[in-house]
């Protein structure tokens, strides 16, 4: 069973910045995050798989940027946030290597971080 810590959420002002991590108990191939926002169903994000390639969320590109240290650790590097951007983001973790948008892809789930970002 893989664990999954997530650390760096917290208040932001738009436009600002923040660096959400992930550590991982073991290694794995595809690592993501999702958000959830009150009331919303959970949403992708951005993923990363063992090499280069990252996937993102229409909503983020540009903005959002994920990387990977090695293969238990993922960064999502978040810029010129918007209130939009509020949310639990939760970091997922696959050994497929579709990185996929999909959540029903990712079996293992951290417990979340909140995202609040000020107008």
């Known amino acids: 069973q893989v664990q999954l810590v997530e650390s760096g959420g917290g208040l932001a002002q738009a436009g600002g910045s923040l660096r959400l991590s992930c550590a991982a108990s073991l290694s794995t191939f595809t690592m993501g995050w999702f958000r959830q926002a009150p009331g919303r169903e959970r949403e992708f994000v951005a993923a990363?798989?063992?090499?280069?390639?990252a996937r993102y969320a229409d909503s983020v590109k540009g903005r959002f940027t994920i990387s990977r240290e090695n293969a238990k650790t993922v960064y999502l590097q978040m810029n010129s946030l918007k209130p939009d951007d509020t949310a639990v983001y939760y970091c997922a973790a696959s050994y497929k290597a579709t990185m996929s948008s999909d959540p029903d892809e990712y079996r293992f789930w951290g417990q979340g971080t909140q995202v609040t970002v000020s107008s």
């Open positions: 990363r798989g063992g090499g280069s390639s």
